[in-house]
C-alpha cells in the first residue's frame, strides 16, 4: 500500500514557526516516526510553498496511491484550483491539519477543500497524521 503526504505552504517550518501551536519536530522527523510506525506501507512526502507544484502532486499521485493525506496550510481556504485537482483524482484524499482550525482565527473556520475530501482529521498535533495514516489503512482494508 502506498499513501502520498503532501504539505503546503510553510509547513516546510515546521519546528520552528509557532511551537507553541505546531510542536518543536520538524517534518523530517515526523516522517520518520511514521514510516517506523508503519513499515509496511509506503509512504512518500512531499511539501511545496507553491500551488501548482501542489497540484501537480495531486495528479501524480491521485491514480496509483491508496489515498493522500493533505495538509494545504493557508491553501485550505483560498484554492480553488487545489480543490478542482482533489475532485478529479481517484485516490481518497484526507485533510489534515496538526491545530484545531476552529480555536483560531475565524477566516480558517471554512475549508473550500473538505467538501471534496474523504475526510478531515485536525486538531491532535502531529498525530493528525498518524490517525490520516490510519484511516486510509482502514478503507483499504479487505476482509
Do not use: W
Request: one cysteine or more.
Amino acid at each position: 500500500m502506498k499513501i502520498q503526504i503532501i504539505n503546503g505552504p510553510n509547513l516546510n517550518l515546521l519546528g520552528m514557526r509557532e511551537p507553541d501551536l505546531y510542536g518543536t519536530e520538524s517534518f523530517p522527523a515526523i516522517f520518520e516516526k511514521l514510516q517506523r510506525a508503519y513499515p509496511e506501507i509506503e509512504l512518500d512526502y512531499y511539501q511545496s510553498n507553491v500551488e501548482g507544484e501542489i497540484i501537480n502532486k495531486i495528479h501524480e499521485a491521485g491514480f496509483d496511491s491508496a489515498g493522500i493525506i493533505l495538509n494545504a496550510g493557508g491553501y485550505t481556504h483560498t484554492s480553488v484550483a487545489i480543490r478542482d485537482a482533489i475532485k478529479a483524482v481517484k485516490s481518497p484524499v484526507i485533510e489534515v491539519h496538526i491545530s484545531n482550525v476552529y480555536s483560531r482565527e475565524p477566516f480558517r473556520h471554512q475549508s473550500i477543500i473538505a467538501p471534496v475530501c474523504a475526510g478531515v482529521i485536525g486538531g491532535f498535533g502531529i498525530n493528525s497524521y498518524r490517525l490520516a495514516v490510519e484511516a486510509i489503512r482502514i478503507a483499504n482494508k479487505t476482509d
